[in-house]
Structure formats: C-alpha cells, structure tokens
C-alpha cells in the first residue's frame, strides 16, 4: 500500500475551486457546456458546477470517458476512447475540464474529437498542472494549481484506481 503526503487540503482545494469559478464567469459569459473527463475529473466537476451556479452561470454538463494510464505511473502514450458525447453538441461553447494535465496527451486528444464535432468556442480548465512533464503542446485557460513533477492521488485522481475517494489531494510515495 502506497503512502500519502498531503499537498492541498480540504479547504484549499475548495477555496481555489470558488475562485476558478469567478474567473470563468468573467471570461465566459453566457451559456457554455461544461465536458468533464472521466473518471478523474468527476470530483472536480461536480464542484465547479456548484461553484459556477454561485458565481451566476447556468452550465449544462457532460463527460467524455478517456483511459491512458491503466494501473500505471506513466502514460501508455495512447489515450483510448471508452465512452463519448451524445450527439448535440455542435456549434456549442465548450469548457473542457480535466483534473490534472501532464503529458498533454489526453485533455489534445478530448479538444481534436471536439473540434472534429464543430463546436463553437472551446476553453480548457484543469485543477492540476505540471508543465514540466508536457510532451503535447496544448493551451490550458483555467489552471487551479502548478504542481512538480510528483504523481499524486486524491478528489477523483487516482494511482491505480485507488485514492479517489480521498478528500484531498496527495502525494505517492
Ligand atoms: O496529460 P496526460 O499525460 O494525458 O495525463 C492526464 C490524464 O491522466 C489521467 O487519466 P487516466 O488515463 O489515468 O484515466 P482516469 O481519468 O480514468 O483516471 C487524468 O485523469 C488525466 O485525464
Ligand atoms: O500524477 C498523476 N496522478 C494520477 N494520474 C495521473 N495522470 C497523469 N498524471 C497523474
């Protein structure tokens, strides 16, 4: 059983979740189509939904399910598509979130299959950032924090399908 260091707590977590939520509101007025990826961003997801509502937006919601890493630390270098979109997005603004972005490769690969869809404006959202681990050059609007290159667990991420469920975010050791 791996171990856990704690990185961002409880309360940080959701003070940024609160103040990423005005910053999208200020940048996104009108209707959008929040599209999640799954499974790591449901967390996420569901509380910058919540968040959204207070900061005044009206958000619809879906998700796109997307698997790279399986039971490992590092990416296959090949995302796989295990669930899409129902059909109705075309021509829709688009907020793609993500929990965390580190090779790149799967929050480039959700914004090609939907920019293939002919969606309208599209912007990128992720809680976790390392840029020093990017392989795929891809523009993130909304970042809710840069992290090292350290592989972490917790609200939704996971290591090896374990740690989701954890309240805050951590460290593996
Ligand atoms: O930038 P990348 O190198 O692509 O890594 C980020 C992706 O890796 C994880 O997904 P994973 O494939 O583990 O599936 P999961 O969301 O079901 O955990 C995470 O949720 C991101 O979607
Ligand atoms: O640090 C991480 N933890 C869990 N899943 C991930 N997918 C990319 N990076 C990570």
Known sequence: MASIRVLFREAEIAARVEALAGEIVQAIP?????VGLLKGAAFFVADLARALDRAGACPEIEFLRL???????ASSGEVRLLGD??????????????DIVDTGRSIAF???SLRERDIGDLWTCALLDKPQRREVEVRIDFIGFQIEDVFVAGYGVDHAEKYRHLPYIGIVE
């Open 67 to 73: 698997s790279s890493y399986g039971l490992a630390t």
């Open 110 to 112: 959700a914004a090609a």
């Open 30 to 34: 009108g209707d959008f189509v929040m």
């Open 85 to 98: 979109l129902p059909s109705g997005i075309e021509g829709r603004r688009v907020l793609l979130i993500d």
